[in-house]
T-cell receptor
Framework: DSGVTQTPKHLITATGQRVTLRCSPRSGDLSVYWYQQSLDQGLQFLIQYYNGEERAKGNILERFSAQQFPDLHSELNLSSLELGDSALYFC???????????????FGAGSRLTVL | AQKVTQAQTEISVVEKEDVTLDCVYETRDTTYYLFWYKQPPSGELVFLIRRNSFDEQNEISGRYSWNFQKSTSSFNFTITASQVVDSAVYFCALSEASGGTSYGKLTFGQGTILTVHP
């Protein structure tokens, strides 16, 4: 158990729908990251939050949004879903945003989204 | 822009063979971090090693060893005396560390599928 908790583990939904993926970071970690793993694109960085604020953005679609709450858990919202959004969505956390000794990303087990 | 290339898509070996997974990276920054992650069949990503751009010392951890060569922009990973439990997808990743860029913004290679047969 990595200490990063993601729910749900599996989700099947239809095109056009909206889903929310949830992540609880490891105790003490302030940074949360979202990554998408798909067959086409491989592992891609989506977005990072640090202590409630957006820190960096990657290849995140406008239909997707995320936030980090005061208790440090994070949610990734995916809307107007398309078949191509089917992927494994990983959340990761780290203690700090910079290159300190603790800045190693610990990944959760992922949420597998299937869009039919 | 940064890029990580793992040229070997799939490697198949027999148990106890040594195997090397190649990783070549591109970056314009002088300060960066390199990582290896393992993704076993269960799907989670497991951290194996982090190396910063100023530390070219090779590292050994049990049956695992890493060879970082800045001159060739390579960060190769060797498993000695492979075991069936080593079967997984292995990812090399790069994180830049300058100009305010997030150090957690990892650029991953496409991964190498390693299958170790008994």
């Amino acid at each position: 158990d990595s200490g990063v908790t993601q729910t749900p583990k599996h989700l099947i939904t239809a095109t056009g729908q909206r889903v929310t993926l949830r992540c609880s970071p490891r105790s003490g970690d302030l940074s949360v990251y979202w990554y998408q793993q798909s067959l086409d694109q491989g592992l891609q960085f989506l977005i990072q939050y640090y202590n409630g604020e957006e820190r960096a953005k990657g290849n995140i679609l406008e239909r997707f949004s995320a936030q980090q709450f005061p208790d440090l858990h994070s949610e990734l919202n995916l809307s107007s879903l398309e078949l191509g959004d089917s992927a494994l969505y990983f959340c990761a956390s780290s203690a700090a945003p910079g290159p300190s000794g603790a800045n190693v990303l610990t990944f959760g087990a992922g949420s597998r989204l299937t869009v039919l | 822009a940064q890029k990580v290339t793992q040229a070997q898509t799939e490697i198949s070996v027999v148990e106890k063979e040594d195997v090397t997974l190649d990783c070549v990276y591109e970056t314009r920054d002088t300060t960066y971090y390199l990582f290896w992650y393992k993704q076993p069949p269960s799907g989670e990503l497991v951290f194996l090693i982090r190396r910063n751009s100023f530390d070219e010392q090779n590292e050994i951890s049990g049956r695992y060893s890493w060879n970082f060569q800045k001159s060739t922009s390579s960060f190769n990973f060797t498993i000695t005396a492979s075991q069936v439990v080593d079967s997984a997808v292995y990812f090399c990743a790069l994180s830049e560390a300058s100009g305010g860029t997030s150090y957690g913004k990892l650029t991953f290679g496409q991964g190498t599928i390693l299958t170790v047969h008994p």
